[in-house]
């Protein structure tokens, strides 16, 4: 059995949260899992509905075709996104960032 690292995911923000996600897990995958709320809708990369800035850290994200379509790198799509490190993610900031 191999054991994946976890990672430290902290949501900063009005809502703050902190929560441990796995290299195998994707972000809304370890948020749900930890009993975060966060936003989402289809859980495939189609609606945009999970999107998040990563304000620090590293990822791998998967791409589909709406996420090509979002030109800042740093702005993913939770469900299609793993962490390679520990994450600082805010959601409060979206708007400015469109
Ligand atoms: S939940 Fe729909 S794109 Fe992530």
Known sequence: MTIMPAFTIEIVGPDSRVFLCSANQTLLDGALQSGVAVPYGCGV?????????????????????VNKRVKRHDIVFACCTWPLTDLVLAYSDLLRWK
């Open 45 to 65: 990369g189609k609606c945009a509905t999970c999107k998040v800035r990563v304000v620090d850290g590293q990822f791998w994200r998967l791409e589909t075709p």
